[in-house]
């Protein structure tokens, strides 16, 4: 009902806009001002966790998009290996799991039947299962060893956005946890990641606060039959996500690609006015911003209508993007906290914008409990 959506006209609309305070729910008791984490709940103990030699990830859907992300944080602060995995593939490739071995399972809802086999399988093989699930008491965190609940609250709207934001969250929470308990050295750069952490949620209300142009851009697009969306680091599972939504609810064809890839085939899709996305690191970040606006260049010059998601103070990218849409400042590890926001928008709204349902996309469920 109307009373239920709080004034929005969709759930989905209303969860984007709690973003923030799902965030703040989730780091909640878990991040100290004195920059250590707390994980009372964790109950694998400090010693099996010095004692892992590997993490795989495993989760479906956006929940994969979050583990993608999430590898590039954990391996960089524990120098742990991280594998993420679809679900649906993990047991059917006989993986190389053992004792030592972390499985970390990703589910929003707790009971997707392909992350539950997985973990089952993880099980089995007497591997450690770890949860980071948003529904208390559901299958998943049932059969794990360990859980890490993300505070999100309900989400009813079949796609994704606000559970995907705290799995993240969760994500960097485990990642940073593990780090400590191994006594790896917090250096300056970890510790400005856990200040910039417990702040993001102010700095996602302030890009909910520039959805308006997004908005906008997204209703003019109503006749694209084709969106491509590229990023690089962590921009590139950004770039998975990005075409998930629009596919989920646009119903419109749309790809990621990992920018550097673009030469090895994705370039010869571009042609005049083909609607490209592109999220662009930290201009701090020299090496890889300097090579993402070059792509930008490149796909430009072949016609490209270039819609560019770029750090506050970014006018590099000016030059060559058709439409700009900056975003606060966060370590490039914890970017995709606020630079999903503008690809969820945007989807939810072309969607909208051509009459769909955008809490109950067709064919699609909420939670899909078969294999
Ligand atoms: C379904 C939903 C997706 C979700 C995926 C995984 O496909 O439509 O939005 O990402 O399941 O769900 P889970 O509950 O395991 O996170």
Known sequence: SAAEKGGYDWFMQKEIAEQPQAVA??????????????????????????????????????????????KYAIEHWTRIPVEVELASEFRYRDPILTRDTLVIAISQSGETMDTLMAIRHAREQHSRVLAICNTNGSTIPRESDAVVYTHGGPEIGVASTKAFLTQLTACYIVGLYLAQVRGVKFNDEVAEVLTQLSESPAAIAETLKRMDPVRKLARSMVGARTVL?????????????????????????????AAGELKHGP???????LPVVVVVPSPKRPLLHDKIVSNIQEIRARGAKTIVIAEDGDEAVAPYADFLFHVPELPI?????????????????????LGYDVDQPRNLAKSVTVE
């Open 25 to 70: 729910d989730t780091l909640l008791g878990r991040v100290n001002g004195d920059g250590r984490l707390v994980l009372d709940e964790m109950r694998l103990s400090e010693e099996e966790l010095r004692a892992i030699t590997k993490i795989i990830v495993v989760a479906c859907g956006t929940a994969y998009h979050a583990g993608l992300i999430a």
């Open 229 to 257: 969306f590229l990023g690089r680091h962590v921009g590139y599972p950004m770039a998975l996500e990005g075409a998930l939504k629009l596919k989920e609810l646009a119903y419109i064809h749309a790809e990621g690609f």
């Open 267 to 273: 370039i010869a899709l571009i042609e005049q006015d």
């Open 333 to 353: 590890l914890l970017q995709p906290l606020v630079a999903t926001v503008p690809l969820q928008v945007f989807a939810a709204e072309l969607a909208d914008a």
